[in-house]
């Protein structure tokens, strides 16, 4: 058949035409093949469902755009890729651009965009330039963020960094930890696809799950909630519920938030919660078993002893799988506070930032989705977690300190200094000790068997179904040893700061991502922390040996080619120059 084609004269016509078709029949038809052993590049099927149910017009914006450094640009071309496949399967729903906002703009006009767009949670970000050649240090502003938006609703703006920041190996007593940049970026590729299809999915959604504060024994209701609020009432619908003056309704509130009560909760209290549970509800239970303040201790200058708060929550949270201990927990992985350490010769105080370790660096320790991929979390004052027998009850740790770390039972001295009474870190021989566990299946009711039918009567009445000795579904609850991890600090002269933040430290810890992702994980029924899971392998080449054999290699690749087109085409002459003189 080829031979035929070539053998007619119009055949330079006819493999133009074939050419034309087939280019044309292809652009119609997509395929992609992933060899990546982590599927790098396939769409999990929770994405997928959404995109194709996508029914109206999606603008996505995306500022990380424009003269870039070398591991941003790979993030911005990550970014293209992946919106390219959404158009696609969104039916072309997903229109997407690449800008940088307020180009071409008055300085004062693009400052009040910006000021706009900050407060959609647009992220901005300073990038330090030195140029070798001019031994120069410059400033660019990088905006490492996108802003998806549908007709009719609040834009969501999507953080295109890695939700974790991955750090090179260090003493954690001695050295200053570093950034491995390159680890801190392929793991923001990974978190790329389950971003978008969070905010997506929250833009198209029908149904918005609802969230209630719970009151009524001493939880505070100040500016120290205020990031808490902030960060659940655009995508929830966030209310207020007072546990004395009525019964949580599982049918009404998807799910229960309960923060640094101070007051005992009564056997009424319990049973109105132990029922929520029963019939479907979840809790997420912030709560600091011993009494601890940073404010106390800086205040006085003096040491006092953490006691405990008497909540009269051990018992129902036993049956339930847990135990919280009553101890402070300590890790020499720690944030650091300034601390006077001396006076100066005008009498005024020398600072020096000292480890505290009572604020403890928390990571996950399993693949868990609630904390699969986020940064390390500050809690303040800690106490530990233990699990107990409950049968049916599945128990998963999400968060646990690090391999340095030690348990100081009740009562419990706070002092400024208390790591000092152990100069050789002897004492600080635990490891992963937890904090936050996940608890999963259908429980027992602590009240079975324990009241009257007159009781029982009055809460059916209560709660217009019946009373249950044991949960009618599976559910979920997340018991964690600490409130500080979701209450802000409160600077006198700006006001509220953002969760996972401390005064005179500018590092954003992921106090945020984990309140937000636990929420998430047990209001929607999406499917989506199947993409929170992904996990890009960073393979890198071996630096040394590529210093070493850098000659080899460029021999390899350059000279070696470049020989064999010269010898090919040295042959080809020869063999022509032969045959036209032999015949």
């Excluded at 106390?296 to 006691?307: E, F, L, Q």
């Excluded at 992904?534 to 071996?542: E, M």
Aim: some cysteine; glycine content about 4%; charged content about 20%.
């Amino acid at each position: 058949m080829l031979n035929k084609i070539l053998k007619n004269k119009y055949w330079w016509l006819v493999i133009l035409v074939l050419f034309s078709i087939i280019t044309i029949v292809t652009s119609y038809i997509h395929f992609t093949v992933d060899l990546t052993a982590e599927k790098r590049f396939t769409l999990t099927q929770p994405t997928k469902n959404i995109l194709e149910n996508v029914e109206q017009p999606i603008e996505v914006q995306v500022f990380l755009t424009g003269d870039l450094p070398t591991n941003y640009k790979k993030l911005n071309v990550a970014v293209a890729n992946l919106l390219d496949e959404y158009s696609e399967l969104s039916h072309h729903n997903i229109h997407y651009s690449f800008e940088i906002p307020g180009e071409g703009m008055q300085d004062s006009v693009k400052a009040n965009l910006y000021d706009s767009l900050a407060r959609l949670g647009v992220v901005f970000e300073n990038n330090q330039n030195f140029s070798e050649k001019d031994q120069k240090q410059s400033q660019q502003l990088i905006i490492p963020s996108a802003l998806v938006s549908i007709d009719g609703k609040r834009p969501i703006a999507v953080d295109l960094r890695s939700s974790k920041t991955v750090f090179k190996n260090y003493n954690v007593v001695n050295d200053i930890p570093v950034e491995d940049k390159e680890a801190t970026l392929n793991a923001a590729e990974a978190l790329l696809e389950y971003k978008f299809s969070n905010a997506i999915d929250k833009l198209t959604r029908k149904d918005i799950p609802a969230i209630a504060y719970l009151v009524g024994n001493g939880e505070p209701i100040d500016l120290t909630i205020n990031d808490l609020g902030e960060s659940l009432r655009n995508d929830y619908r966030l209310g207020v519920l007072d546990l004395k003056k009525s019964y949580p309704n599982p049918k009404e509130i998807n799910t229960l938030l309960i923060v640094k009560p101070s007051e005992s909760f009564t056997d009424a209290d319990k049973i109105k919660l132990d029922q929520y549970v029963m019939h479907g509800g979840k809790i997420i239970w912030f709560v600091d078993k011993l009494y601890a303040s940073l404010d106390s201790i800086m205040s006085s200058k003096a040491d006092y002893v953490a006691y405990d708060r008497n909540l009269q929550l051990d018992d129902i949270l036993f049956k339930y799988g847990v135990r919280i201990n009553g101890d402070l927990v300590q890790d020499l992985n720690c944030a650091k506070l300034p601390i006077v350490v001396g006076y100066n010769p005008d009498n005024s105080p020398r600072m020096q930032r000292m480890p505290w370790p009572y604020f403890p660096f928390l990571n996950a320790v399993n693949d868990n989705p609630i904390t699969k991929n986020i940064d390390r979390v500050l809690p303040l004052f800690p106490s530990s977690i233990d699990t107990v027998s409950a049968e049916g009850i599945t128990k998963t740790v999400l968060l646990a300190t690090d391999t340095n770390s030690r348990a100081i039972a009740s009562p419990a001295l706070v002092s400024l200094n208390s790591w000092q009474d152990d100069p050789n870190f002897t004492t600080f021989n635990k490891a992963h000790i937890p904090v936050a566990v996940l608890l999963e299946g259908k429980f027992k009711s602590l009240y079975a068997h324990r009241l009257t039918q007159d009781v029982i009567d009055t809460i059916q009445r209560n709660i217009q179904s019946d009373f249950l000795s044991e949960a009618n579904q599976s559910t979920q609850q997340i018991v964690v040893a600490n409130a500080g991890i979701v209450t802000n600090s409160v600077n006198k002269t700006t006001g509220p700061m953002p969760m996972g933040e401390i005064p005179f430290d500018e590092y954003k810890f992921a106090n945020k991502d984990f309140l937000l992702n636990s929420v998430d994980y047990l209001t929607n029924k999406n499917g989506l922390f199947i993409a929170r899971n992904k996990t890009f392998v960073l393979r890198l080449l071996d630096k040394d040996k590529v210093e070493v054999q850098k000659g080899t290699w460029q021999i390899i690749n350059i000279i070696i080619p470049i020989a064999i087109v010269i010898f090919t085409g040295f042959l080809f002459q020869y063999n022509r120059k032969r045959k036209y003189q032999l015949s």
